[in-house]
């Protein structure tokens, strides 16, 4: 019966403070239901639950739409829901009697625009990176970006991943 911290385990944060911190913050400012966003390329918006930005508001902005996996014509931004997330306990009930929605799942994002026609809901863009670590591209980023970011590792995963290009480039000479 209290707000909580909702936190999707196949998008990890790098960088920054850490993503949690900032979305607490700006719950402390503001109330209501947060939500962490990043922007996304235009033509990914398919990939993610997208907001729609409205006024600025404690170094966030107010959320005016939120739409799961929109064609990029369709979607209100290119901030995409990275994972991390301040709800209010009344959207138990809203999933509970959830339809399925995009990908015949039942989407988070759906009972969230169900949830905003009675509540508040804010954004605050991540001043990190997250990795969608659902897909194998995003696994091998995040692995990439920690290991390099550590001083008993960047040196042999920097030559690691150099020797991997070079042998690359020697098979597609050979073909």
């Known amino acids: 019966n209290e707000p909580f911290a909702l936190l999707l385990p196949?998008?990890?944060?790098?960088?920054g403070?850490?993503?949690?911190a900032e979305t607490v913050e700006l719950y402390e400012r503001t109330g209501g239901n947060?939500?962490?966003?990043?922007?996304?390329?235009p033509s990914e918006t398919n990939k993610y639950g997208i907001v729609g930005r409205g006024a600025e508001i404690g170094g966030g902005f107010e959320v005016t739409a939120m739409v799961e996996k929109?064609?990029?014509?369709?979607?209100?931004?290119?901030f995409y829901i990275n994972?991390?997330?301040i709800l209010q306990p009344e959207i138990f009930?809203?999933?509970g009697n959830q339809q399925r929605g995009a990908g015949n799942e039942i989407q988070l994002t759906d009972a969230m625009v169900r949830l905003s026609k009675d509540q508040s809901f804010f954004a605050q863009p991540f001043k990190g990176r997250m990795f969608d670590c659902g897909s194998k591209e995003g696994f091998i980023q995040a692995n990439i970006a920690f290991a390099?970011?550590?001083?008993?590792?960047k040196g042999p995963v920097f030559e690691m991943l150099q020797e991997f290009v070079r042998s690359h480039e020697r098979q597609e000479e050979a073909a």
């Open 10 to 15: 196949d998008m990890v944060s790098f960088g």
């Open 17 to 20: 403070r850490g993503c949690l």
């Open 34 to 41: 947060v939500i962490a966003v990043e922007r996304c390329e």
């Open 70 to 78: 929109p064609a990029p014509a369709n979607a209100p931004s290119n």
């Open 83 to 85: 994972g991390r997330y």
């Open 93 to 95: 009930a809203l999933l």
């Open 148 to 153: 390099l970011a550590r001083d008993d590792m």
